[in-house]
């Protein structure tokens, strides 16, 4: 047993010392790094973008993640210099912000409406610096925010209408994470579209989980086998698509609804057949919501063009919300070609895609 | 109770009371005896050797824990890992390349937390200190509650749901209501002592009618206040008006604590109010007949009843304190920083509050210390993310990496080739 843990000791040893022995980089390309760096810095523009994180983290698997995503992708291809805070609690988003400010950053995004205030507050103390942020818009515009929100209602409304065409129980079934606005946008649109649908079609098709005001929730956006249990009761009722709206929470639905073998499910956020690969197969379609090519473009454009603080509202027309494609043979015709229809009403504001209209 | 007496402490001088009684020596806090430890529970010896761990050990604990994570800084910093990889051919680039990850990572903490160098006025050079000490409010509270329970044998988990409870009855008398200044700032004060207490009384009586064990209780009614505190803020009395976010309107100015050094700087009278009940902590444990059988009960319930008193209503009462106290952490929160209630209130000052107290040795004054040392962690958590590009990971590592050093003291003895105490050495032999 001491020898096989001196072998295994000297085995380790032996191998970090190895690891150790590559070459050093040459002399000359510390030159080229810093012809490299003068190159990029031709190509680089002089603006700093930060970004500070709710108390979900970045690692969230949910909008923080999505908009993490997007600073990410305007460092590396816009050449803006980039920088994040993530905060572990409330009282964090005030020094954050604070510290940011001092960095030096031009544009300051923040996620969630927990920091609207926070964000309101560091605006109106430096005038000159420019915040933008995600879900959540004020009141009374501020001139230094820009508020950056999603209809995500009219793309589910598409989904509801399609998961509806598509079930061949008539039960849909769907769930958040808790109930807060962002959310139960999603689950409303959905039971609007499904409603559409036994309107247009003469289906009768019912929605679990969401009646127009209240509906199931897991109460967090961790715990998946909340949401494992959660999709299972609505399989257990009958229902044959499963929305769930709760972040990560959704891959335990995932996991029930693969199990079940003849249901489906519809992703949110992000197109879940990328994001989720190992469910692909079972995913109807996704309710895309695009926080990180928001972040992406509110980016280019404060550095470009200069920022404004005119609202962003993601819609199906500027394709900040949308559906993915559905899988061959699943949706039939005659809804699949409906659906354009619905998103031209839906655009031209002919079809009001939540419950409450 | 506490509340009235707290609030009456808020204009008292204190730091002479309270230094007094620092030096205190091994092992005096009441009737600890070594030979009673076999008659206890385990869970109560092992709760009193980490009380009695000398303060050298709590310092050493801390180096370590920093050394450590200096450790992990390096491990974390892409630099380093580089000039790694090729270490042999030029040794000299890995050694700088850890002195610029650690120097930054160091700097960063020393500018967030205590004061910043760079700064350009006196305000800006000394703001950082007075964020620690906004931070290491809340701690310090509901680490003197949890502290005078650890003494009095009680392990409360439940500071977080006491303070959630506290947050959200101080915060509703704040927007609710609107009063003139001091008035309703003082009820909303008591408010957020009392949702506490009322918390706090819950386990407290559950343990002394029934002998619920009160870990387990405390655990589960923070899940409780945290769903209650959800459903709550579901409700329109929670809500702003328009809005159906789970988040409360702002509490009125004339129930915030005023701040304490002007506008430039966060630091609000929720700290003096904090100091005042770290006095009146000590008053209570070591100068009153209540404290004194409160240690009693914590040294030995058995004796304490054969000696007369009531443990029952001991441990109903140090829950209640201990919960108002946790409370009052609430204050500091929505009173004080926040000015709004959310379910995320209470972050995780409940449980950094447990290690507060473990490493302030459960005494108010090293209640305050601990608190303050935690504050500058949390304070310097924005400039070692932004500064020196760190993840905010490491300031929970190292909170950890006290916790576990704190634990051990023999760990942190034979590290460092500090000598046992005697009582230990007795042990031993």
Same mark, same amino acid.
Request: proline letters at 4%; hydrophobic letters at 45%; glycine letters at 12%.
């Given at each position: 047993?001491?020898?096989?843990?001196?072998?295994?000791?000297?085995?380790?040893?032996?191998?970090?010392?190895?690891?150790?022995?590559?070459?050093?980089?040459?002399?000359?390309?510390?030159?080229?790094?810093?012809?490299?760096?003068?190159?990029?810095?031709?190509?680089?523009?002089?603006?700093?973008?930060?970004?500070?994180?709710?108390?979900?983290?970045?690692?969230?698997?949910?909008?923080?993640?999505?908009?993490?995503?997007?600073?990410?992708?305007?460092?590396?291809?816009?050449?803006?210099?980039?920088?994040?805070?993530? #905060?572990?609690?409330?009282?964090?988003?005030?020094?954050?912000?604070?510290?940011?400010?001092?960095?030096?950053?031009?544009?300051?995004?923040?996620?969630?409406?927990?920091?609207?205030?926070?964000?309101?507050?560091?605006?109106?103390?430096?005038?000159?610096?420019?915040?933008?942020?995600?879900?959540?818009?004020?009141?009374?515009?501020?001139?230094?925010?820009?508020?950056?929100?999603?209809?995500?209602?009219?793309?589910?409304?598409?989904?509801?209408?399609? #998961?509806?065409?598509?079930?061949?129980?008539?039960?849909?079934?769907?769930?958040?994470?808790?109930?807060?606005?962002?959310?139960?946008?999603?689950?409303?649109?959905?039971?609007?579209?499904?409603?559409?649908?036994?309107?247009?079609?003469?289906?009768?098709?019912?929605?679990?989980?969401?009646?127009?005001?209240?509906?199931?929730?897991?109460?967090?956006?961790?715990?998946?086998?909340?949401?494992?249990?959660?999709?299972?009761?609505?399989?257990?009722?009958?229902?044959?698509?499963?929305?769930?709206?709760?972040?990560?929470?959704?891959?335990?639905?995932?996991?029930?609804?693969?199990?079940?073998?003849?249901?489906?499910?519809?992703?949110?956020? #992000?197109?879940?057949?990328?994001?989720?690969?190992?469910?692909?197969?079972? =995913?109807?379609?996704?309710?895309?919501?695009?926080?990180?090519?928001?972040?992406?473009?509110?980016?280019?454009?404060?550095?470009?063009?200069?920022?404004?603080?005119?609202?962003?509202?993601?819609?199906?027309?500027?394709?900040?919300?949308?559906?993915?494609?559905?899988?061959?043979?699943?949706?039939?015709?005659? =809804?699949?070609?409906?659906?354009?229809?619905?998103?031209?009403?839906?655009?031209?504001?002919?079809?009001?895609?939540?419950?409450?209209? | 109770?506490?509340?009235?007496?707290?609030?009456?402490?808020?204009?008292?001088?204190?730091?002479?009371?309270?230094?007094?009684?620092?030096?205190?020596?091994?092992?005096?806090?009441?009737?600890?005896?070594?030979?009673?430890?076999?008659?206890?529970?385990?869970?109560?010896?092992?709760?009193?050797?980490?009380?009695?761990?000398?303060?050298?050990?709590?310092?050493?604990?801390?180096?370590?824990?920093?050394?450590?994570?200096?450790?992990?800084?390096?491990?974390?910093?892409?630099?380093?890992?580089?000039?790694?990889?090729?270490?042999?051919?030029?040794?000299?680039?890995?050694?700088?390349?850890?002195?610029?990850?650690?120097?930054?990572?160091?700097?960063?903490?020393?500018?967030?937390?205590?004061?910043?160098?760079?700064?350009?006025?006196?305000?800006?050079?000394?703001?950082?200190?007075?964020?620690?000490?906004?931070?290491?409010?809340?701690?310090?509270?509901?680490?003197?509650?949890?502290?005078?329970?650890?003494?009095?044998?009680?392990?409360?988990?439940?500071?977080?749901?006491?303070?959630?409870?506290?947050?959200?009855?101080?915060?509703?008398?704040?927007?609710?209501?609107?009063?003139?200044?001091?008035?309703?700032?003082?009820?909303?004060?008591?408010?957020?002592?009392?949702?506490?207490?009322?918390?706090?009384?819950?386990?407290?009586?559950?343990?002394?009618?029934?002998?619920?064990?009160?870990?387990?209780?405390?655990?589960?009614?923070?899940?409780?206040?945290?769903?209650?505190?959800?459903?709550?803020?579901?409700?329109?009395?929670? /809500?702003?008006?328009?809005?159906?976010?789970?988040?409360?309107?702002?509490?009125?100015?004339?129930?915030?604590?005023?701040?304490?050094?002007?506008?430039?700087?966060?630091?609000?009278?929720?700290?003096?109010?904090?100091?005042?009940?770290?006095?009146?902590?000590?008053?209570?444990?070591?100068?009153?007949?209540?404290?004194?059988?409160?240690?009693?009960?914590?040294?030995?319930?058995?004796?304490?009843?054969?000696?007369?008193?009531?443990?029952?209503?001991?441990?109903?009462?140090?829950?209640?304190?201990?919960?108002?106290?946790?409370?009052?952490?609430?204050?500091?929160?929505?009173?004080?920083?926040?000015?709004?209630?959310?379910?995320?209130?209470?972050?995780?000052?409940?449980?950094?509050?447990?290690?507060?107290?473990?490493?302030?040795?459960?005494?108010?004054?090293?209640?305050?210390?601990?608190?303050?040392?935690?504050?500058?962690?949390?304070?310097?958590?924005?400039?070692?993310?932004? /500064?020196?590009?760190?993840?905010?990971?490491?300031?929970?590592?190292?909170?950890?990496?006290?916790?576990?050093?704190?634990?051990?003291?023999?760990?942190?003895?034979?590290?460092?080739?500090?000598?046992?105490?005697?009582?230990?050495?007795?042990?031993?032999?």
């Amino acid at each position: 047993m001491r020898n096989s843990i001196r072998i295994g000791a000297v085995a380790a040893a032996s191998a970090l010392v190895l690891a150790a022995c590559g070459s050093a980089p040459e002399e000359e390309t510390s030159a080229e790094a810093s012809d490299d760096s003068t190159m990029e810095a031709a190509e680089s523009i002089d603006f700093k973008a930060c970004m500070v994180s709710d108390a979900g983290g970045f690692d969230d698997a949910s909008f923080n993640e999505s908009a993490y995503n997007g600073i990410e992708r305007a460092g590396a291809e816009l050449g803006v210099e980039v920088a994040e805070a993530e #905060s572990t609690a409330e009282s964090d988003y005030g020094p954050n912000l604070e510290a940011q400010v001092a960095a030096g950053c031009d544009l300051i995004i923040t996620v969630g409406f927990l920091l609207g205030d926070a964000t309101a507050e560091a605006a109106a103390a430096n005038p000159d610096v420019n915040f933008a942020i995600v879900d959540f818009g004020y009141e009374e515009p501020i001139e230094n925010v820009k508020p950056m929100f999603f209809e995500t209602d009219e793309a589910a409304f598409l989904a509801g209408y399609a #998961s509806a065409g598509a079930s061949q129980t008539g039960t849909l079934g769907t769930f958040g994470g808790i109930n807060i606005p962002t959310v139960s946008i999603f689950m409303d649109g959905f039971l609007a579209g499904a409603n559409k649908y036994n309107e247009d079609m003469g289906g009768d098709v019912s929605v679990l989980g969401w009646d127009g005001t209240d509906g199931s929730f897991t109460g967090d956006f961790d715990d998946q086998t909340k949401g494992q249990n959660t999709a299972q009761g609505f399989l257990d009722q009958g229902a044959d698509v499963v929305m769930p709206v709760a972040g990560p929470v959704g891959l335990g639905a995932a996991s029930a609804v693969q199990s079940a073998g003849d249901a489906w499910l519809v992703g949110v956020d #992000s197109d879940w057949t990328e994001s989720a690969p190992e469910y692909a197969d079972i =995913v109807l379609t996704s309710v895309l919501k695009n926080i990180s090519n928001a972040v992406f473009d509110t980016i280019e454009q404060a550095a470009g063009e200069g920022f404004t603080n005119e609202p962003y509202v993601g819609t199906l027309e500027n394709e900040g919300v949308g559906i993915a494609d559905f899988p061959e043979g699943v949706v039939p015709e005659d =809804v699949v070609s409906a659906l354009d229809g619905l998103r031209e009403g839906i655009i031209a504001g002919e079809i009001e895609p939540s419950t409450a209209g | 109770m506490s509340d009235a007496d707290a609030s009456r402490d808020k204009d008292e001088p204190k730091p002479d009371a309270v230094d007094t009684k620092a030096p205190e020596p091994e092992g005096a806090g009441g009737a600890t005896d070594p030979s009673d430890t076999e008659e206890q529970s385990r869970s109560q010896s092992v709760l009193r050797q980490i009380l009695e761990s000398s303060t050298l050990v709590v310092v050493m604990a801390v180096v370590a824990a920093l050394l450590i994570a200096g450790i992990l800084i390096c491990f974390a910093d892409e630099d380093v890992r580089t000039a790694a990889g090729y270490f042999f051919s030029q040794p000299a680039d890995m050694f700088s390349a850890i002195g610029d990850a650690l120097g930054g990572a160091y700097s960063a903490i020393f500018q967030g937390a205590v004061v910043n160098l760079q700064a350009e006025s006196f305000a800006g050079f000394i703001k950082p200190f007075t964020q620690t000490l906004t931070m290491a409010t809340p701690l310090i509270f509901a680490g003197l509650g949890l502290g005078i329970g650890f003494r009095a044998g009680l392990f409360n988990i439940g500071a977080q749901g006491q303070l959630l409870i506290g947050a959200a009855l101080g915060a509703f008398i704040g927007f609710t209501f609107h009063l003139p200044f001091p008035i309703h700032l003082l009820l909303a004060v008591i408010g957020c002592a009392l949702g506490g207490a009322i918390w706090g009384f819950i386990p407290g009586f559950l343990k002394a009618r029934t002998g619920a064990h009160e870990v387990i209780v405390t655990i589960m009614l923070n899940y409780i206040a945290l769903y209650l505190v959800a459903y709550l803020l579901t409700r329109e009395a929670f /809500q702003r008006e328009g809005s159906s976010n789970p988040i409360s309107p702002i509490v009125d100015e004339s129930a915030q604590y005023p701040l304490l050094l002007g506008s430039q700087f966060n630091l609000h009278w929720g700290f003096i109010l904090a100091l005042g009940c770290a006095w009146f902590a000590w008053w209570l444990m070591e100068r009153s007949t209540l404290g004194f059988e409160l240690r009693a009960v914590g040294a030995n319930p058995h004796a304490a009843r054969t000696a007369g008193m009531n443990v029952s209503k001991a441990y109903i009462l140090v829950m209640v304190i201990a919960g108002a106290f946790a409370g009052l952490a609430g204050s500091a929160q929505v009173l004080g920083t926040e000015k709004v209630l959310t379910t995320a209130t209470a972050g995780s000052i409940g449980f950094d509050a447990i290690t507060v107290a473990l490493l302030g040795r459960s005494r108010p004054l090293g209640t305050v210390f601990a608190a303050i040392l935690f504050g500058g962690l949390r304070a310097a958590g924005p400039t070692l993310q932004v /500064q020196a590009g760190l993840p905010v990971d490491i300031v929970l590592v190292i909170q950890a990496l006290i916790v576990l050093f704190i634990a051990a003291p023999p760990l942190v003895r034979s590290m460092f080739r500090l000598p046992a105490p005697a009582h230990e050495k007795e042990v031993a032999a």
